[in-house]
């Protein structure tokens, strides 16, 4: 194997995992169906009224979006904090379509199949997170994207009902379970037309 075929591969098993990982936590995020089920399996929307909620829900996916503003959002902490990720998420997007463009320019039918098994084995591992997600949450995951302490909630901002620690455990069990679901798909469909 040249050192161009391996940097294509390299290339292409990046993008694959970034892009069947990113496609799923869209849906998570730019969309509010998945914050509005989770106001059903914890008590804090009910704290605030489930109305409130909603509206807070759909004001957030939009802003997201750049569809919108955060009215109901009152804390400027919590403004800046959402700006930050919303930022975070605009070079998520930039990133998957690069990783697009990427597998179109390194595609091959073989090496997607045995990413795509490598990566399902990769991403399900990942649930090891979930019996310690409250010390990750704390002491990695923020740290790591923040340079500052915007993301601790309390009882004056919205996202503090709307989006609890817990919201955030069954988002990243969801993205595991989707992105591993893609990855197999990719890996059978991929094997079946082999034969």
């Not at 690069?98 to 649930?127: E, F, K, P």
């Amino acid at each position: 194997m040249t050192g161009s075929n391996i940097i294509k591969g390299f290339i292409l098993f990046i993008s694959l995992l970034y892009l069947t990982f990113y496609i799923p936590m869209t849906l998570t995020f730019y969309l509010p169906q998945w914050m509005e089920l989770n106001c059903g399996w914890h008590n804090r929307c009910e704290q605030i009224g489930n109305e409130r909620a909603i509206k807070g829900i759909n004001e957030l996916a939009s802003y997201f979006r750049h569809q919108g503003e955060l009215n109901s959002f009152l804390t400027q902490k919590e403004k800046l904090h959402l700006k930050e990720v919303r930022g975070i998420l605009d070079k998520m997007f930039f990133l998957g379509l690069l990783s697009l463009v990427m597998i179109s320019l390194t595609y091959n039918r073989q090496r997607v199949s045995r990413y795509a098994l490598i990566n399902a084995v990769i991403i399900i591992t990942l649930l090891i997170v979930l019996p310690f997600f409250g010390t990750f949450w704390r002491e990695i995951f923020h740290p790591l994207l923040f340079d500052n302490d915007l993301w601790m909630n309390n009882k004056y901002d919205l996202s503090f009902y709307i989006m609890p620690r817990q919201f955030f455990k069954y988002t990243v069990a969801l993205l595991i379970i989707l992105s591993f679901s893609i990855n197999i798909a990719l890996l059978l469909g991929l094997r079946s037309k082999n034969k």
